[in-house]
Structure formats: structure tokens, C-alpha cells
């Protein structure tokens, strides 16, 4: 079945940079929707970045700007590129993948990672 593995969380200063990655397990369709979602505590998980096969991304708002999602499709890995962190980006992310829509940021995600966590600190 479909594995996804994220790593790269760990704890962080304000203002600090880290980058998440997502390795892509026994998953071949030709188009896919790949992204990052965030479970904040006391909130609902969100989305946080979505990337197509042809690389098309969309962002949610709180990010923008901040964050960079991005795929290495010969290894099946996805990335995020965090920078400028804030407390309030303390959460578990997850990485997750599924067939293409017409927009990745609407699809419902079957296939999900067990989450990395990202402390950062006042």
C-alpha cells in the first residue's frame, strides 16, 4: 500500500528556518496531488500547501510567503521549506498524497504520513 515517511521537525528559535521532507512510497499514478497539512493544538488540521505533478502549488494564507512546498520527482520526495517561524506554527505536520483534481488544495487526501513534529519557541 501507499507509505509516506515525513522527517525534518524538531524544535526551533523564532524567526528560524527548517525544512520538512515527505518520502513517497508504492505510489505510480502519472498525476498526482501531494501536500503538507498541520494539526495546531486545539484547532482543526489545515491545509497548508499543495503541489501538483506539473508543479502547480497553492498556499494557504497563513504561509504565504513564508513557506515553499516543492517535489523531487526522481526521488518521490516532497518538501516544505519553512522560513520566519512563529510560535503560532507550532504543530504536527503531515504529508499526504492522492489522485489529481482540479485543484490539489480541494481533493480529500486518502494516503497520509504519521506526522512530524515542529516546536518553535518565543
Same mark, same amino acid.
Given at each position: 500500500?501507499?507509505?509516506?515517511?515525513?522527517?525534518?521537525?524538531?524544535?526551533?528559535?523564532?524567526?528560524?528556518?527548517?525544512?520538512?521532507?515527505?518520502?513517497?512510497?508504492?505510489?505510480?499514478?502519472?498525476?498526482?496531488?501531494?501536500?503538507?497539512?498541520?494539526?495546531?493544538?486545539?484547532?482543526?488540521?489545515?491545509?497548508?500547501?499543495?503541489? +501538483?505533478?506539473? %508543479? &502547480?502549488?497553492?498556499?494557504?494564507?497563513?504561509? @504565504?510567503?513564508?513557506?515553499?512546498?516543492? !517535489?523531487? /520527482?526522481?526521488?518521490?520526495?516532497?518538501?516544505?521549506?519553512?522560513?520566519?517561524?512563529?510560535?503560532?506554527?507550532?504543530?504536527?505536520?503531515?504529508?499526504?498524497? +492522492?489522485?489529481? %483534481? &482540479?485543484?490539489?488544495?480541494?481533493?480529500?487526501? @486518502?494516503?497520509?504520513?504519521?506526522?512530524? !513534529?515542529? /516546536?518553535?519557541?518565543?
Amino acid at each position: 500500500q501507499v507509505q509516506l515517511v515525513e522527517s525534518g521537525g524538531g524544535p526551533v528559535q523564532s524567526g528560524g528556518p527548517l525544512r520538512l521532507s515527505c518520502a513517497v512510497t508504492r505510489y505510480t499514478p502519472s498525476s498526482i496531488c501531494t501536500g503538507w497539512f498541520r494539526h495546531i493544538q486545539g484547532k482543526e488540521r489545515e491545509g497548508v500547501a499543495t503541489i +501538483d505533478g506539473d %508543479g &502547480a502549488m497553492e498556499y494557504a494564507d497563513s504561509v @504565504r510567503g513564508r513557506f515553499t512546498i516543492s !517535489q523531487n /520527482t526522481a526521488k518521490n520526495t516532497l518538501y516544505l521549506q519553512m522560513n520566519s517561524l512563529q510560535p503560532e506554527d507550532t504543530a504536527m505536520y503531515y504529508c499526504a498524497v +492522492d489522485s489529481g %483534481g &482540479a485543484s490539489c488544495a480541494t481533493v480529500e487526501y @486518502r494516503y497520509w504520513g504519521r506526522g512530524t !513534529q515542529v /516546536t518553535v519557541s518565543s
